[in-house]
C-alpha cells in the first residue's frame, strides 16, 4: 500500500480515537454510581438511572474495544504492515479499509 493511502487512513483514524476521547469525556457522569436516595428518586427513577448507567458502560466497553484496535492499527501501520491480511497475508482491499481502517483480515478470512 501506497505511503500516502496509509497517511490518509491514519488521519481518520486519529480523528476517530480523538472524538471517542470526547465522547468518553461527555459522558462520564452517565457512568457514576447512581445514589441510593429514595426520598428525593423514586425507585423506578432509580430503576432508569440504573439502566441508563449499564448502558453507558456498555457503551465505554465498546469505546475502550475501539481504542485499542485504532492503537493496533497504529502499530501496523507504523511497522509497515497496515493493509495486509494477518490470516493469509494478502492485502486487504481498499474498500474494505474505507469501511473499517482498522481491518486486519480480508473478506475471505474474516468468514
Given at each position: 500500500m501506497d505511503r500516502e493511502t496509509v497517511i490518509k487512513f491514519r488521519e481518520r483514524i486519529d480523528q476517530e480515537a480523538r472524538?471517542?476521547?470526547?465522547?468518553?469525556?461527555?459522558?462520564?457522569?452517565?457512568?457514576?454510581?447512581?445514589a441510593l436516595d429514595q426520598t428525593s428518586v423514586g425507585r423506578?427513577?432509580?430503576?432508569?438511572?440504573?439502566?441508563?448507567?449499564?448502558?453507558a458502560?456498555?457503551?465505554q466497553r465498546r469505546r475502550s474495544?475501539?481504542?485499542a484496535a485504532i492503537r493496533a492499527a497504529r502499530v501496523r501501520m507504523d511497522?509497515?504492515?497496515?493493509?495486509?491480511?494477518?490470516?493469509?497475508?494478502?492485502?486487504?482491499p481498499i474498500g474494505r479499509l474505507d469501511l473499517d481502517p482498522c481491518a486486519t483480515r480480508c473478506v475471505t478470512c474474516s468468514r
Open positions: 472524538d471517542l476521547a470526547t465522547a468518553e469525556g461527555a459522558t462520564a457522569a452517565d457512568r457514576a454510581p447512581v423506578l427513577s432509580r430503576m432508569d438511572a440504573m439502566q441508563q448507567q449499564a448502558m458502560a456498555a457503551q474495544a475501539r481504542l511497522a509497515e504492515e497496515f493493509g495486509y491480511c494477518e490470516t493469509c497475508g494478502e492485502e486487504i
